[in-house]
């Protein structure tokens, strides 16, 4: 009964929601704009949307370089080389298990394209939160990231 009482009390600590550095106003006007990318280059927009996890922000990267954090609402626009692109997230562990990297999505892109990815959480062991990234269709990724704010991204 004890462990229950524990487990409640660590929920409520952790209702709140994520927050994440945020890019400014001009800059996410700018990003829903939907330009295409600079000659040879890809463009990939990363998003969540669902409330599911919120209190969780998902660091993200390509191929293990940074690309940044998300939170609920928000989205970051990375401009890339074609190719293979590898993305993983990791979220903080509340649990005292030890949590790596998740693949959360492969992503082939060809020069001039412009894909978008879901990040949303996937249900792990309690207190230990996954993600996962889902390529979605171009208006429903142009809807979540209008929906949005854009986050800062690595390197930015």
């Keep these: 009964m004890r462990s229950l009482g524990c487990l409640l009390t660590a929920s409520i600590f952790l209702a709140g929601c994520a927050s994440v550095p945020m890019a400014g106003p001009m800059a996410d006007a700018e990003g829903k704009r939907f330009d295409p990318p600079a000659p040879g280059q890809s463009v990939l927009y990363l998003y969540r949307s669902s409330l599911l996890g919120s209190e969780v922000a998902f660091t993200l990267a390509d191929n293990q370089q940074p690309i940044g954090t998300l939170a609920d609402k928000t989205w970051i626009r990375v401009e890339v080389a074609p190719g293979q692109h590898v993305i993983t997230c990791s979220a903080p562990s509340y649990a005292p298990l030890t949590q790596t990297p998740a693949q959360a999505a492969v992503v082939n892109l060809a020069p001039g394209e412009t894909r978008f990815l879901e990040v949303d959480v996937w249900p792990g062991l309690p207190l230990n939160p996954r993600c996962k990234a889902t390529e979605v269709s171009a208006d429903q990724g142009r809807a979540g990231v ?7 991204a690595s390197g930015s």
Excluded at 147 to 152: K, P
């Design 146 to 152: 209008t929906g949005g704010n854009r986050a800062v």
